[in-house]
Structures are given as structure tokens and as C-alpha cells.
């Protein structure tokens, strides 16, 4: 079964992944200090996630990352595999 989420792949986006495109907003925030950096990288994520392509992703697994499981989804146009959401049940 396939879901429909934003691909953060640079395949799917023009070449650009989403960590490329977030990195490149947050070289062009001024004043992106230690203290605003949270806020800015929130912002990033906010403007980069409006302009990914929706695609069909399907479930690949999970990892774990502290004590929280979170579900991996491949996406089915250019097999670009991300964390989606969170699963307690692995």
C-alpha cells in the first residue's frame, strides 16, 4: 500500500534534496546565531516542505533514534528512502 508524502529527494526535486534546500535558506537568514538557530532551522523546514513534490512512497522499515521508533518510507519515482512519522510498534 502506498502513501502520498513529500519526497525529499533530489531526484524528485529538480536536484535538490530537502537538507540541500534547507541548508541554502539557512545561509541566507541574517543574524543566524547560536541563540536563533532553532527558530531559523524551523522556518527552513516550514518554507522547504511547501515546495517538495508529492509522491507515492511505500513502508520500508524502521529505525530508532533514542528511544523512538520511526517508520522509513521509499519513494516509488526515484527509490529516495525517508523517516516519516513515528511508530510504537517498530
Not at 546565531?33 to 522499515?61: F, M, Q
Amino acid at each position: 500500500m502506498s502513501v502520498q508524502i513529500c519526497c525529499e529527494g533530489p531526484a524528485c526535486n529538480g536536484g535538490f534534496s530537502a537538507q540541500d534546500r534547507e541548508t541554502a535558506i539557512m545561509r541566507e537568514v541574517p543574524g543566524n546565531t547560536d541563540a536563533l538557530r532553532d527558530e531559523a532551522a524551523r522556518y527552513a523546514r516550514h518554507v522547504v516542505t511547501r515546495k517538495l513534490n508529492v509522491t507515492p512512497h511505500t513502508r520500508s522499515g524502521s529505525t530508532y533514534r533514542g528511544a523512538v521508533t520511526f517508520a522509513l518510507f521509499r519513494c516509488e519515482a526515484c527509490d529516495h528512502e525517508r523517516v516519516y512519522g513515528n511508530s510504537s510498534h517498530g
